[in-house]
């Protein structure tokens, strides 16, 4: 069964100041990774994704993540924070097994971005 | 276009009901899931539906749990006999086919039960 683990729960960061949230995956296939983001009141929204090729990705707003197999994992990065950045953050796999179309979480990490 | 949408908004019900929550997905979507966000928990994946296929059940936690999805379209998640820890957030996703990566998700439906 797959597992994804992320190791910051809560994060309090300045404005200006650099991010990356932990992700550590648990599968021993071929994946799908992907990082969501849920603002404020707002719905859950796809912020970068990882298929195939270059494990370095680009997202919106400026986040990056980068995907390490040998340590399985996909951290999430942006070089300086905004304070709209203040959400909950999710990273996700997909494991292609027999039905393996169903998205696995991790529990979250809230950001906060003071001013 | 139109978003996923769901319904209601908030839920309060009382131990021992019976809820139906429901889901419209994006119009042309034949994948539809579903999943529950607790307290301090990630997002539990419930059930998935694909076309006419038949639905892969392996999330739902309990056998008071059922999903049916008419037309290909509008699905509706059942809780029997409510219990306090079916208190979540419960989403719902679509996306245009099996292959597609990328699942748009819903607002959520708030159920707290009493």
Same mark, same amino acid.
Request: glycine share 18%.
């Given at each position: 069964a797959q597992s994804v683990s992320q190791h910051n729960h809560h994060v309090i960061l300045s404005e200006a100041a650099s991010l990356e949230l932990g992700c550590n995956y648990s599968y021993g296939g071929t994946v799908n990774l992907f990082w969501y983001v849920q603002y404020p009141g707002q719905h859950l929204q796809l912020l970068l994704k990882y298929f195939s090729g270059d494990p370095l990705v680009k997202g919106i707003k400026g986040f990056e993540a980068e995907f390490i197999k040998s340590k399985f994992s996909f951290n999430l990065r942006k070089p300086s924070v905004q304070w709209s950045d203040t #959400?909950?953050?999710?990273? #996700?796999?997909? $494991?292609? +097994? $027999? @039905?393996?179309?169903?998205? +696995?979480?991790? +529990? @979250?990490?809230?950001?906060k971005v003071e001013l | 276009g139109a978003g996923v949408s769901q319904s209601p908004s908030n839920k309060v019900t009382e131990k021992g009901k019976d809820v139906e929550l429901r889901c419209?997905?994006? %119009?042309?979507?034949?994948?539809l899931y579903w999943y529950r966000q607790s307290l301090g928990q990630g997002l539990e994946f419930l059930i998935y539906f694909q076309g006419n296929s038949a639905p892969d059940k392996s999330g739902l936690p309990s056998d008071r749990f059922s999903a049916e999805r008419t037309g290909g379209s509008v699905s509706t998640l059942t809780i029997q006999r409510t219990q306090q820890e079916d208190s979540a957030v419960y989403l719902c996703a679509s996306s245009p086919d099996?292959? %597609?990566?990328?699942q748009y998700f819903g607002p959520g439906t708030r159920l707290t039960v009493t």
């Open positions: #959400a909950e953050y999710f990273c #996700a796999v997909r $494991g292609f +097994t $027999g @039905g393996g179309n169903k998205l +696995t979480f991790g +529990t @979250g990490t809230q950001l | 419209d997905p994006i %119009s042309g979507h034949t994948a099996r292959f %597609s990566y990328e």
